[in-house]
């Protein structure tokens, strides 16, 4: 049975081109960067969780919620070849049940938080706001798109953001958390504006602190589908 199902929709990704040293200390064991045409890329996602069910079972009060994090990505060589994943620096979501569950059996890294959502779909347009309080400080992403579905392209940077598969959270300094998230391939609406306000040091430490002044290198809105969590394993 699959640890966790649930729909991921509207997906909103901030993406910036940053250094590689900046995510050498958050790497796994056992992973390493993935690049998209010699660049490291690390994105804020916001997105709802829908019809979201635990081990099968539908959780009262935690089956539809937002979720925003700031994720990098990398790959890990096995026999078969390469996997390619993500590793989230922070998990928010409004949930504190979720956020327990995610960070005592995933490792994860995630922080329980106020949030609100909005999506309008008005005269062919779809507006998509994600918002989050820290410190008494709302943040949000707001993007404004075509309400129309393209399919991704292959070897384009949409595929790249939106095809990782694989998890990775780090253990300690010789084990790492790995499991697979299946869904099918995703297809995006072609953004037209979008705002970013968000205290990148407040909510993800001082290492992060320089995206407060750094412009998106893109913006994407995908639709999102059903997904699972599966497989978990520590790895060394």
């Not at 796994?28 to 635990?54: H, I, R």
């Not at 078969?80 to 998990?91: D, Q, W």
């Not at 075509?146 to 694989?166: A, D, M, Q, R, T």
Request: hydrophobic share 35%; proline share 3%.
């Amino acid at each position: 049975m699959s640890f966790l199902k649930a729909e991921w929709r509207k997906l909103v990704m901030i993406n910036y081109e940053v250094n590689p040293k900046i995510l050498e200390k958050y790497l796994p064991v056992g992973t390493e960067l993935d690049f998209f045409q010699n660049k490291c890329y690390a994105s804020v996602v916001g997105f709802m969780f829908k019809n979201t069910k635990l081990l099968g079972v539908k959780i009262p009060f935690h089956i539809n919620f937002e979720e925003v994090n700031l994720r990098f990505y990398v790959k890990r060589k096995t026999k078969e070849g390469y996997k390619r994943g993500v590793v989230f620096i922070k998990e928010i979501v409004p949930k504190s049940a979720i956020t327990f569950v995610a960070n005592t059996f995933y490792n994860e890294n995630y922080e329980t938080l106020p949030m609100i959502h909005s999506w309008e779909d008005k005269e062919g347009s779809l507006k998509v706001t994600y918002q989050w309080k820290k410190n008494k400080k709302w943040n949000y992403i707001k993007v404004e798109a075509e309400n129309s579905l393209n399919k991704i392209e292959e070897n384009s940077v949409i595929e790249f953001i939106s095809e990782h598969y694989w998890g990775y959270a780090k253990e300690d300094d010789k084990s790492t958390t790995e499991y697979e998230v299946k869904h099918s391939k995703w297809e995006y609406y072609k953004i037209n504006t979008y705002t970013v306000s968000i205290d990148f040091e407040s909510n993800y430490g001082s290492d992060f602190s320089f995206l407060n002044d750094e412009k998106p290198t893109s913006v994407m809105l995908l639709e999102g589908s059903e997904i699972s969590v599966e497989n978990k394993k520590s790895i060394k």
